[in-house]
C-alpha cells in the first residue's frame, strides 16, 4: 500500500500555474503530474477561505454539514461573532484570547460538527497512522498539548497554555504544538512572532524531512505551505506567476527527503492542490465601505456586546464576501442599501429550504432587478448530478440551462456552494453579499488589500484551483475539493 501525501499551497492559483508547467518552469511539480493527473480547474467551497475549505477537505463535506461557515461568523446561541484570525484589527477588537480559543481549540472541538468524521479519525479506526503539519483543521483521535509562546500568553493571560487538542498521531502546528517521534529533534526553521511561530513553508518543510529522516512518515499525512498567500494578498495576482518557481523549489526539498521525484511517485501518492483563488483588487477604489452604504442602520461595534434590541445588522467580514446578519426586521432596507452600489455583485437570502439571489444591472441605460429562486431536490441536473428547481432570471448566477440541464460558468458549482454556504449557518436572518472581481469589502477593524489580492466570493477567480495527483492514475469522481476525503479514504485500503 502506498502512503499518501497531501500538500495544500494556499493561494497556488490555477492560470500561472499552467503557464508554468508549459514553458517548463516547475520541474517537481510536472514530475508529480506527468505520474498522475493535473487537474487546471477544480472547485473549493464558499466562502473561499481557508478555514471553510481546510473543515471540508478532512470531512469530505460541505458547510451545510460540517457547520464552519466562515472565517469570520456569528454564533446566535453564544449571541457572538466568532472569528478565526482575519485580520489584526479585527483580533484586537474581538481580543486576543477569544479569537485564539476559537483558532487553537473550539473550530476544532465545537464548531466542526461531531456528527461528521475526519479523515484522520476515519483512518484511525482503520488502525492506520496519519500526520499533519500546519494544516489548519486537525481534529482526530490523539491528545496533545499546546505550549504558547511567551507573547501569545501574555496576550491571553495564560489561559490557553498547555491546552489539550485532539489530532492525528503526529501534530505539528508551528510552535504551538510539536509533533511527538521516537528520537528527539530540533526544528531550526524560522518560528519568531514575525514568522508566525513557526506556520511557514520553512518549517513545514524540516519537520516533514526529519519526519523522514526518522521513518516515521504515516500512512496519510497532510501538509500546509501558507507563504504565498500573504504574498499574493499584498502584491497581488502578477506575484503569483513570479512564485510559482519559488514553490516548486520547495516541493523538491519534500520529494528529495523521500529519494527524488523518481521514488517518492514510486512508493507514495501526491496531492499537491491550493483552497482558494484570488482577485485583484482595485487600487484606490477597490474598497467597499460597508459602514457607508449601511449609514442609515444601526450597525454593532465589534468591540461591544451584541444587543439584537437595538441593533439592525453585525458585519462578518469574509474579504469578497460578507455575511450580515439582520435584527429588527430590517432586511429589505439592507438589501436595497447594497443593491443600489454598483460595485455588489449579488446578495441572497434564505426562506427555510429556497434560496433567493437579487442582482441589480446598473450597466444598462435603465437599472434593472434580476432574481433567480432555488431549491433543493427538482428536475434541473447540473455537472454534478445535483437536482434542482430553479426559476427566475438564471443570468443572476451565469447558470446555462438547456434541455433541464444546468451548465455553470463564472460561478462553479453554484448552487450547491451558496446554498451550503446559508445551511451552514447557525440562524436564517442572514444575508450573503459578494463584491464584483475588482472589490472586496471594507468594514471595522477589516484587513485592506488594496492593489493585492482577495477572495471569499463565488465567482470562478477566487473559486477554480488546481489539483496535481501523482502515484497514482486515479482520481477522484468530481474535480472538487469536497470529493477529496473519498478520493483518499479509497487510495487507502
Given at each position: 500500500?502506498?502512503?499518501?501525501i497531501l ?5 497556488l492559483?490555477?492560470?500561472?500555474l499552467e503557464?508554468?508547467m508549459?514553458?517548463?518552469e ?7 503530474a506527468?505520474?498522475?493527473t ?7 467551497l ?9 473543515s471540508?477537505?478532512?470531512t469530505?463535506c460541505?458547510?451545510d454539514?460540517h ?8 454564533n446566535?446561541?453564544e449571541?457572538?461573532i ?14 486576543f484570547k ?5 483558532v487553537i481549540?473550539?473550530?476544532?472541538s465545537?464548531?466542526?460538527s ?8 476515519d483512518?484511525e479506526k ?7 503539519i500546519?494544516f489548519g483543521?486537525y481534529?482526530?483521535k490523539s491528545?496533545h498539548?499546546?505550549k504558547?509562546?511567551f507573547l501569545l500568553?501574555l ?5 490557553l497554555n498547555?491546552?489539550k487538542?485532539k489530532g ?9 504544538v510539536?509533533?511527538?517521534l ?14 508566525r511561530?513557526g506556520l511557514?513553508?520553512?518549517?513545514t518543510?524540516?519537520v ?18 501558507p507563504d504565498?498567500?500573504q ?9 503569483a ?6 514553490i516548486?523549489?520547495?516541493i523538491?526539498?519534500?520529494l528529495?527527503?523521500?529519494g527524488?521525484?523518481e ?5 507514495t ?5 491550493s483552497d482558494h483563488?484570488?482577485t ?6 477597490g ?10 442602520l ?7 456586546p451584541i444587543?439584537s434590541?437595538t ?5 462578518c467580514n469574509?474579504?469578497r464576501?460578507?455575511?450580515?446578519y ?9 438589501m ?8 455588489i455583485?449579488f ?11 437579487e442582482k ?7 437599472k434593472k432587478?434580476l432574481k433567480l429562486v432555488y ?8 455537472p ?12 443572476v448566477?451565469d447558470?446555462h440551462?438547456?434541455d433541464?440541464?444546468?451548465?455553470y460558468d ?10 451550503a ?7 436564517q436572518d ?5 463584491a464584483?472581481?475588482?472589490?472586496e469589502?471594507?468594514?471595522q477593524g ?8 482577495s ?7 477566487d473559486s477554480?484551483?488546481p ?9 477522484p469522481k468530481y474535480p472538487?475539493i ?5 478520493f483518499?479514504l479509497?487510495?487507502?485500503h
Amino acid at each position: 500500500m502506498k502512503k499518501v501525501i497531501l500538500l495544500l499551497v494556499d493561494s497556488l492559483l490555477p492560470g500561472p500555474l499552467e503557464k508554468a508547467m508549459e514553458r517548463g518552469e516547475v520541474p517537481n511539480m510536472s514530475a508529480i503530474a506527468e505520474t498522475g493527473t493535473f487537474i487546471k480547474r477544480g472547485v473549493t467551497l464558499l466562502p473561499t477561505m481557508s478555514c471553510v475549505v481546510d473543515s471540508s477537505i478532512i470531512t469530505g463535506c460541505y458547510p451545510d454539514e460540517h457547520h464552519v461557515p466562515g472565517l469570520m461568523w456569528y454564533n446566535p446561541k453564544e449571541n457572538r461573532i466568532v472569528d478565526y484570525g482575519s485580520s489584526f484589527g479585527i483580533t484586537w477588537r474581538l481580543g486576543f484570547k477569544q479569537v485564539l480559543q476559537d483558532v487553537i481549540h473550539d473550530l476544532h472541538s465545537k464548531h466542526l460538527s461531531k456528527k461528521v468524521t475526519t479523515i484522520y479519525e476515519d483512518l484511525e479506526k482503520r488502525g492506520l497512522t496519519t500526520g499533519n503539519i500546519n494544516f489548519g483543521v486537525y481534529r482526530g483521535k490523539s491528545e496533545h498539548t499546546m505550549k504558547m509562546p511567551f507573547l501569545l500568553n501574555l496576550m491571553t493571560k495564560f489561559q490557553l497554555n498547555n491546552k489539550k487538542v485532539k489530532g492525528p498521531n503526529i501534530l505539528t502546528v508551528g510552535k504551538l504544538v510539536k509533533g511527538e517521534l521516537n528520537k528527539p529533534y530540533d526544528i531550526n526553521a524560522p518560528s519568531s512572532v514575525f514568522k508566525r511561530y513557526g506556520l511557514n513553508d520553512e518549517y513545514t518543510i524540516e519537520v516533514f524531512q526529519e519526519i523522514v529522516r526518522q521513518k516515521q512518515l504515516p500512512d496519510f499525512t497532510m501538509m500546509y505551505f501558507p507563504d504565498l498567500d500573504q504574498a499574493v494578498h499584498k502584491k497581488g495576482t502578477k506575484f503569483a506567476i513570479d512564485s510559482i518557481q519559488k514553490i516548486d523549489k520547495k516541493i523538491g526539498q519534500l520529494l528529495d527527503a523521500l529519494g527524488g521525484p523518481e521514488k517518492a511517485m514510486e512508493e507514495t501518492i501526491w496531492i499537491i492542490l491550493s483552497d482558494h483563488g484570488q482577485t485583484d483588487v482595485k487600487e484606490g477604489i477597490g474598497q467597499i465601505p460597508l459602514p457607508e452604504i449601511l449609514s442609515d442602520l444601526t450597525i454593532h461595534n465589534l468591540r461591544k456586546p451584541i444587543d439584537s434590541a437595538t441593533m439592525d445588522v453585525v458585519i462578518c467580514n469574509n474579504e469578497r464576501l460578507t455575511y450580515l446578519y439582520f435584527f429588527r426586521m430590517k432586511k429589505d432596507k439592507i438589501m436595497e442599501a447594497l443593491l443600489a452600489d454598483s460595485r455588489i455583485d449579488f446578495v441572497a437570502h434564505r426562506n427555510n429550504q429556497q434560496i433567493t439571489v437579487e442582482k441589480r444591472d446598473h450597466d444598462s441605460n435603465k437599472k434593472k432587478d434580476l432574481k433567480l429562486v432555488y431549491s433543493e431536490t427538482g428536475d434541473y441536473t447540473d455537472p454534478y448530478n445535483q437536482t434542482w428547481n430553479i426559476s427566475g432570471d438564471y443570468q443572476v448566477l451565469d447558470l446555462h440551462v438547456k434541455d433541464n440541464r444546468i451548465d455553470y460558468d463564472d460561478y462553479p458549482d453554484a448552487l450547491k456552494r451558496l446554498q451550503a454556504a446559508f445551511f451552514g449557518q447557525r440562524t436564517q436572518d442572514v444575508l450573503v453579499v459578494t463584491a464584483k472581481p475588482g472589490y472586496e469589502f471594507q468594514s471595522q477593524g477589516s484587513a485592506n488589500h488594496n492593489g493585492g489580492g482577495s477572495h471569499g466570493s463565488l465567482h470562478r477567480q477566487d473559486s477554480e484551483i488546481p489539483i496535481i495527483i501523482g502515484g497514482t492514475d486515479k482520481k477522484p469522481k468530481y474535480p472538487r475539493i469536497v470529493d477529496l476525503k473519498k478520493f483518499i479514504l479509497d487510495l487507502i485500503h
